[in-house]
């Protein structure tokens, strides 16, 4: 229910399902996400922030590498950047872009805020990202692994955090793709591994909150998530009621069916959600798995 008011779910027991991606061509579409299409103005009044559990398989040199979730790309219909995206790149660290100005996409370094951890994610181990953009400048984004806020590699010149400063994030398409960077050509993949609940708020929330949804998910002895509608411990009311998006990858307790993966919270006017396709997969690629603890 929207409004002032937060359900707590019923039987709400965790999400004990995920999505095993092959690292070869799987990810999922999910479609049309306007209200998912931050502007600066919209990043720099209110903030954003996106949540994700990741288990990369390992055995890669480097293991886990690519988009984990990328907002208004160009769904394979061009080879340039667009939108927001997040993910790990090929040093197995954790990044997060705004990419494009008003009227052109991103390019290297060009026409693009950046930033990028200075630490690796984990292998062979479920591990919870959270990436924040606090505002419309880049110098400010942080992000958390396992509700522990991570050093950002510094801004100079080899390690530039990009150079857009007017009106960044030109969208191509209204489409957000999981596990894919959406383009046509120098494509990229999520590696090898499984991607578990995803959640896309509307706001930069707090270290404290971030801390608090950690803590829940992995606390024994249910440790297969936590509800994103409801408020606990330092993730408070105000939290939940900006969450913009809420995919439980499969999950039993809601109304996912092979090949779709439903979003679970609505976030149109007319109650449509952000429905997510799995490409290139089977139904035997949402799995029961032994989750965050």
Request: with cysteine; proline share 4%; hydrophobic share 35%.
């Amino acid at each position: 229910m929207k409004g002032n008011l937060i359900l707590k779910q019923p039987d709400y027991s965790g999400n004990n399902h995920v999505l095993n991606v092959d690292g070869n061509n799987d990810y999922m579409s999910c479609g049309a996400t306007p209200n998912l299409h931050f502007s600066r103005a919209n990043i720099g009044t209110h903030g954003v922030t996106i949540n994700v559990w990741y288990y990369a398989k390992g055995g890669g040199s480097p293991g886990g590498q690519g988009p984990l979730v990328t907002i208004g790309g160009a769904g394979g219909a061009s080879n340039d950047y667009y939108g927001i995206q997040v993910g790990v790149n090929n040093a197995s660290a954790m990044y997060m872009h705004t990419l494009g100005n008003s009227t052109s996409p991103g390019s290297g370094f060009q026409q693009r805020n950046t930033r990028v951890t200075s630490t690796t994610v984990p292998t062979s181990q479920w591990n919870m990202i959270t990436y924040v953009f606090t505002d419309a400048d880049q110098y400010n984004w942080k992000i958390y692994l396992n509700g522990v806020q991570q050093a950002l590699n510094a801004c100079g010149f080899t390690t530039a955090c990009g150079t857009s400063t007017t009106s960044p994030v030109y969208y191509s398409s209204p489409v957000t793709t999981i596990g894919w960077n959406g383009r046509i050509a120098g494509t990229d993949y999520i590696d090898s591994g499984y991607i578990g609940d995803i959640g896309i708020w509307k706001k930069g929330l707090s270290a404290s909150a971030i801390a608090s949804l950690h803590s829940v998910a992995t606390a024994a002895p249910n440790t297969n998530g936590v509800d994103l509608l409801s408020p606990n411990v330092y993730y408070l009311q105000a939290d939940a009621l900006e969450l913009a998006a809420w995919w439980r990858m499969g999950d039993p307790y809601g109304s996912d069916t092979y090949p779709w993966i439903n979003d679970d919270w609505s976030v149109n006017g007319d109650d449509t959600r952000y429905t997510a396709t799995m490409t290139n997969m089977a139904s035997n690629d949402i799995v029961t798995s032994s989750l965050w603890g």
